[in-house]
């Protein structure tokens, strides 16, 4: 099973709410990704835990928050975003952070910041 | 730099017209090539992965070759429901950026009945 599940699937908000979305694996990776991609736009890398330690953070505004609460899980918190904020929040996984691990991405939850 | 070109950007097929998608890559000591195709408003579905040149992988109507400078994704008698974009990406090895995909920007197919 290659399952990554994010929760929710659809999201809008205003600029002044606070969110969080949620990302859930059960394979025992012990790398998580959360990924930016705008339409017809390759996936941006956003952050990635290692471990359950912030391990990259790709200069992202602090209106995003990470979050690893443990081994299967990683939040991305979100407060006072802007519209253009607004677009396709991946979550993935990979056994590792080594390169030649492939990684695994979960169906995106669509944020729509009005 | 760490580089991934895809082309063509689209493509349309009729069913069952055979054709390849192509993916080149400049990057020092490469640790791997991965293909995924993604349906609109979905994330990317793992294809294949493909690390050393001359290996071959196939899955069903898809094939994919690597070479020292450029893959390909083979597709043959293609379906409407291959149509998607195709995403090509290979891991950093620049820097602080060791490990982090750098994708294409995809491939854009339609296949029509």
């Known amino acids: 099973d290659t399952e990554v599940t994010q929760t929710p699937k659809h999201l809008v908000m205003g600029m002044t709410n606070k969110k969080s979305l949620k990302c859930e694996q059960h394979?025992?990776?012990?790398?998580m990704y959360w990924y930016k991609q705008k339409a017809k736009k390759p996936p941006e890398l956003m952050f990635v835990?290692?471990?359950?330690?912030?391990?990259i953070n790709e200069s992202v505004p602090s209106r995003f928050s990470p979050e690893c609460p443990n081994s299967s899980l990683l939040n991305l918190h979100l407060h006072a975003l802007q519209p253009e904020d607004s677009a396709l929040y991946l979550c993935?996984?990979?056994?590792?952070?080594?390169?030649?691990?492939?990684?695994?991405f979960g169906p995106g939850t669509r944020l729509l910041v009005l | 730099e760490d580089q991934v070109t895809q082309s063509p950007e689209a493509l349309r097929l009729q069913e069952g017209e055979s054709s390849s998608l192509n993916c080149s890559y400049t990057?020092?000591?490469?640790?791997?090539l991965f293909w995924y195709r993604q349906d609109p408003g979905k994330g990317p579905e793992f294809l294949f992965t493909?690390?050393?040149a001359g290996e071959e992988k196939e899955k069903e109507r898809l094939k994919a070759t690597l070479t020292k400078k450029e893959s390909f994704l083979h597709i043959t008698a293609p379906k409407p429901e291959d149509s998607a974009t195709y995403l090509c990406?290979?891991?950093?090895?620049?820097?602080?950026?060791?490990?982090?995909?750098?994708f294409g920007k995809g491939t854009k197919l339609s296949v029509k009945p």
């Open positions: 990406a290979v891991p950093s090895n620049y820097g602080g950026s060791q490990g982090n995909l750098i």
């Open positions: 394979m025992g990776h012990r790398a």
């Open positions: 493909l690390y050393s």
């Open positions: 835990y290692s471990y359950e330690k912030l391990s």
């Open positions: 993935a996984s990979s056994q590792d952070r080594s390169p030649d691990t492939t990684q695994y």
């Open positions: 990057v020092s000591g490469l640790r791997g």
